[in-house]
């Protein structure tokens, strides 16, 4: 018995962004936005929300996967932004899609949202508990972001990116390795809503991205890596025999700094963060969405998906197309 990806889809907002757009906002500039990060231009909501994107990425996967909302057993949705503390994204787009039958809860593991909810699916699939899952990947991080603080603002980008999994006797998931690092949290947060009640009240300020890019740098190009080795090693395969890695979609040069460090061509690297930016845990979804729609991912293909983000958090699944 597997788990297998059997449908994706993805949404995005309509705006599109550009370098010299937001030059006009911050001190920054076309060059130094593509040099630094090979980012070109993102999509940014002009009212798309966290759940419409969802709901819109979700629709496509399941039309993708030949299925309906009425089949839908677990739906999961992993989101650092969500609209409403309660009830959860999930349930909303449950909601919309008319997933009647389906148990749906959030999940927030930041850039590595979607990988970590994927194998909370497959746990559940591979325990005989559900037999099929809806993931999904859905920010709208412009609403969290200092659109004055040019290191930030420049990054991320908005949108949503799911895959319909189901229990099958076919090679799907091959596995799985999952990391968080709690003790550097604060090289990348946003803070919630403060303590309020008719005992205390602390001051209610608006919190939004603030990150150590260096060091976030840093530890991507190094634990990265390392957790894909962890991975194929334990499921007994080679760099090598990998066809494509679907990382989450930062930096370029974090990309490519993984690239080299595993020895493995550029090519083998499909990217996307020229058009869409970093859009945290929708980043791997809507890359694994668009390489299946573009005729990329062909059935018996090995793929390995990776992420990290704040938390620290990140992790890596193998997979047979
Ligand atoms: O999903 C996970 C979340 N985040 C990430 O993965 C981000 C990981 N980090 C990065 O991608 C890179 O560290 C950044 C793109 C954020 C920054 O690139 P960098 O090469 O590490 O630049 P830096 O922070 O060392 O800054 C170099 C210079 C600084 O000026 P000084 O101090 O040398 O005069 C910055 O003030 O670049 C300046 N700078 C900018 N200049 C123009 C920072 N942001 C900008 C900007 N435009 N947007």
Same mark, same amino acid.
């Given at each position: ?34 040099? /630094? ?214 930096? /370029? ?6 690239? /080299? ?13 020229? /058009? ?46």
């Amino acid at each position: 018995m597997s788990v297998k990806i059997i449908g994706t889809g993805s949404a995005l907002p309509e705006k599109i962004v550009t370098n010299d757009d937001l030059a006009q906002l911050v001190e920054t500039s076309d060059e130094w936005i593509r040099e /630094r990060t090979g980012i070109g231009s993102r999509h940014i909501s002009t009212g798309e929300t966290v759940v419409s994107l969802a709901a819109r990425a979700g629709e496509r996967a399941l039309e993708n996967a030949g299925r309906t909302a009425a089949d839908v057993q677990l739906l999961l949705l992993a989101t650092a932004a969500p609209e409403t503390g309660i009830p959860c994204a999930a349930c909303q787009v449950q909601s919309i899609l008319g997933a009647a039958g389906a148990v749906a809860f959030d999940l927030n593991a930041a850039c590595a949202g979607f990988l970590f909810a994927l194998h909370t699916a497959c746990a559940y699939i591979e325990a005989g508990i559900y037999e099929n899952a809806l993931v999904v990947g859905s920010e709208v991080l412009s609403k969290i972001v200092d659109w004055t603080d040019r290191s930030t603002c420049v990054l991320f980008g908005d949108g949503a990116g799911a895959a319909y999994v189901e229990r099958c006797d076919e090679p799907g998931i091959l596995g799985f390795v999952q990391h968080s690092d709690g003790t550097k949290g604060e090289v990348l947060q946003c803070g919630g809503r403060q303590l309020s009640n008719p005992y205390i009240s602390l001051p209610q300020e608006p919190s939004f991205v603030k990150m150590d890019g260096r060091e976030v740098f840093a530890f991507a190009v190094r634990q990265v890596p390392a957790c894909i080795q962890e991975l194929l090693g334990r499921i007994g395969l080679e760099t090598g025999d990998v066809d494509l890695y679907v990382l989450h979609q930062a930096n /370029r040069r974090i990309v490519e700094g993984i690239a /080299r460090r595993l020895a493995v061509a550029e090519d083998r690297f499909p990217m996307n963060l020229d /058009r869409v930016g970093n859009m945290s845990s929708a980043a791997i979804p809507v890359l694994l969405d668009e390489l299946n729609r573009a005729g990329r991912l062909r059935a018996g293909m090995t793929l390995v998906l990776s992420g990290f983000g704040a938390g620290l958090t990140y992790g890596a699944c193998a997979l047979r197309w």
